[in-house]
């Protein structure tokens, strides 16, 4: 089926590129190592998993707020940085160093233009599907029942998640585009995308189960170690942002540049 195919593209780029893949990521790697240490350091009670009450009461100061946000952008540009390395390296075998890849400012920035776009017709679409499933909600449970709670969550559910995440696939390979130097525009996306509708829902269905499995071990280590669940975490945090730019690169290099799914 295509939508296991993409999948295993999509790893298959990763573990055959293994070197290239750590060094093309190094920004985002050292952003989150950096990130996780700050966490502990300014809020220890981090390392409290097993008593959430003294996690809530944790101080927060301003100077918490500020280093939260600086950590929010040096996080977002790590992201952008290393994203835009990994397109360009596995569609024009652009190589990066042995330190690192190489910062190619013009092509971070469409991609965080093409990003705010995709964002912006995702947050969009969005609100627009809360309201129907809302009012549908409303009008066929009894307000403030069980029922109407459980129809509520389906149908935000079926009507709003799945159709953002086939959405938002549909129109990712904007993304791939921008960090090329091509130009596509949302209309272009979505009419070479044309008919992936069970193949993105199959994607999205083994990705989330994936991405469930990665996450099981993360309280366990937690509660046996903060250092053991902090590497863990990391460790999945990386392999989520890595593997989550390889499924646009698939996408984009399988139905915009009809590349084979074996190459």
Same mark, same amino acid.
């Given at each position: 089926?295509?939508?296991?195919?993409?999948?295993?593209?999509?790893?298959?780029?990763?573990?055959?590129?293994?070197?290239?893949?750590?060094?093309?990521?190094?920004?985002?790697?050292?952003?989150?190592?950096?990130?996780?240490?700050?966490?502990?350091?300014?809020?220890?009670?981090?390392?409290? !998993? &097993?008593?959430?009450?003294?996690?809530?009461?944790?101080?927060?100061?301003?100077?918490?707020?500020?280093?939260?946000?600086?950590?929010?952008?040096?996080?977002?540009?790590?992201?952008?940085?290393? @994203?835009? @390395?990994?397109?360009?390296? !596995?569609?024009? &075998? &652009?190589?990066?160093?042995?330190?690192?890849?190489?910062?190619?400012? @013009?092509?971070?920035?469409?991609?965080?233009?093409?990003?705010?776009?995709?964002?912006?017709?995702?947050?969009?679409?969005?609100?627009?599907?809360?309201?129907?499933?809302?009012?549908?909600?409303?009008?066929?449970?009894?307000?403030?029942?069980?029922?109407?709670?459980?129809?509520?969550?389906?149908?935000?559910?079926?009507?709003?998640?799945?159709?953002?995440?086939?959405?938002?696939?549909?129109?990712?390979?904007?993304?791939?585009?921008?960090?090329?130097? &091509?130009?596509?525009?949302?209309?272009?996306?979505?009419?070479?995308?044309?008919?992936?509708?069970?193949?993105?829902?199959?994607?999205?269905?083994?990705?989330?189960? @994936?991405?469930?499995?990665?996450?099981?071990?993360?309280?366990?280590?937690?509660?046996?170690?903060?250092?053991?669940?902090?590497?863990?975490? !990391?460790?999945?945090?990386?392999?989520?942002?890595?593997?989550?730019?390889?499924?646009?690169?698939?996408?984009?290099?399988?139905?915009?540049?009809?590349?084979?799914?074996?190459?």
């Amino acid at each position: 089926m295509l939508g296991f195919q993409l999948f295993l593209h999509a790893l298959r780029m990763i573990l055959g590129n293994f070197g290239a893949a750590v060094r093309v990521s190094l920004p985002s790697l050292v952003a989150i190592v950096v990130v996780a240490g700050l966490s502990i350091t300014l809020f220890p009670a981090l390392g409290m !998993i &097993e008593h959430p009450a003294m996690m809530e009461t944790a101080p927060f100061s301003a100077g918490g707020v500020a280093m939260v946000f600086l950590s929010a952008v040096v996080m977002a540009v790590a992201f952008l940085w290393s @994203a835009v @390395a990994w397109h360009r390296f !596995i569609l024009l &075998e &652009e190589y990066p160093g042995a330190t690192g890849p190489r910062w190619n400012g @013009a092509a971070i920035w469409r991609y965080f233009v093409a990003g705010i776009v995709l964002g912006l017709v995702l947050v969009l679409l969005g609100v627009a599907l809360g309201i129907v499933v809302g009012i549908a909600s409303f009008a066929f449970g009894r307000p403030g029942g069980d029922g109407a709670m459980v129809l509520g969550a389906v149908l935000m559910f079926a009507l709003v998640v799945v159709p953002l995440i086939l959405v938002s696939y549909r129109l990712s390979p904007i993304l791939p585009a921008a960090a090329v130097g &091509e130009r596509l525009s949302i209309k272009d996306a979505w009419a070479a995308t044309r008919g992936a509708f069970w193949p993105f829902l199959i994607l999205a269905i083994v990705t989330s189960l @994936a991405s469930w499995a990665l996450g099981l071990p993360t309280p366990i280590l937690m509660r046996a170690s903060l250092v053991l669940g902090l590497i863990w975490t !990391i460790a999945v945090q990386w392999v989520t942002m890595l593997f989550g730019v390889s499924i646009l690169t698939t996408i984009y290099g399988y139905f915009v540049e009809k590349r084979n799914l074996n190459a």
